[in-house]
């Protein structure tokens, strides 16, 4: 049985689901003897060139390694898109994707914290990343006045604090961000100057829900499913 669009998750012995299930009937849940996550669908944007990138606001630009030493010698991961070198707002815009079914986003990224390269952002509500985003008619270009903002990807921290290395920082997504023409944008407020609170980001996905591949389940009907209540299970006696 292939399954497609998960509801809240699953165990070895149990899954709930509330979409359709083979096109056969929609399910509450489904119990089976064992399931195989498959891959999980995705778009995104490799931040190691510009490729992707609609505008390129205040402070951000596509930089060359840096030394990954003091809090202005840049980050040592390569080429990135930096937040840095200029005071003020800074963002950078994504070219629209279509993000029917996406649900969460990942930002491969590093934050400074003083000794990487980089000058901590420690201003909570002001220096954290965040992202936004806007839905507009096929073709049209965003209005700089219409974002709507979800909330922060990377959060401030104190002064020297933080791993300061790469990691994947994931955030789940409403699904008011589902269309076919969306921009999605990383934000960041404020700053203390050019020599303050920067960032490297060397990727950006939009990922949706993993598809499951149920081995056996245990009781029920395939297509002959009786109506339930949003209390009760369906099951099915066989599978595809």
């Excluded at 998750?9 to 299930?21: H, I």
């Excluded at 963002?91 to 000794?115: E, Q």
């Excluded at 909570?124 to 965040?130: F, K, P, S, V």
């Amino acid at each position: 049985m292939y399954i497609q669009n998960p509801g809240v998750g699953y165990d070895t012995n149990r899954v709930f689901f509330y979409k359709q299930v083979s096109g056969e009937v929609e399910a509450e849940g489904v119990e089976y003897t064992y399931v195989t996550e498959n891959s999980i669908s995705s778009v995104g944007f490799d931040t190691t060139n510009s490729d992707g990138i609609y505008e390129f606001g205040n402070g951000t630009a596509i930089v060359n390694s840096g030394t990954g030493t003091g809090s202005t010698g840049g980050f040592n991961i390569g080429t990135h898109l930096r937040f840095g070198d200029n005071s003020g707002t800074r963002f950078v815009t994504f070219d629209p994707i279509d993000s029917r079914g996406v649900n969460s986003v990942r930002v491969y990224a590093v934050r400074g914290n003083g000794s990487n390269g980089g000058e901590t952002p420690d201003v909570a509500g002001q220096e954290d990343l965040r992202i936004q985003y806007q839905s507009t008619a096929n073709g049209a270009a965003p209005d700089s006045n219409s974002w709507v903002d979800l909330g922060i990807v990377i959060e401030a921290v104190n002064n020297g604090e933080g791993t300061g290395v790469l990691d994947n920082y994931d955030f789940n997504l409403p699904s008011a961000v589902q269309g076919e023409h969306v921009y999605f944008r990383l934000y960041q407020e404020d700053n203390s100057g050019a020599d303050y609170d920067h960032y490297g980001i060397l990727s950006i996905s939009f990922l949706g829900y993993p598809t499951y591949t149920l081995d056996g389940c245990t009781r029920g009907a395939v297509g002959t499913a009786r109506s339930h209540t949003s209390s009760d299970l369906v099951y099915f006696d066989s599978y595809l």
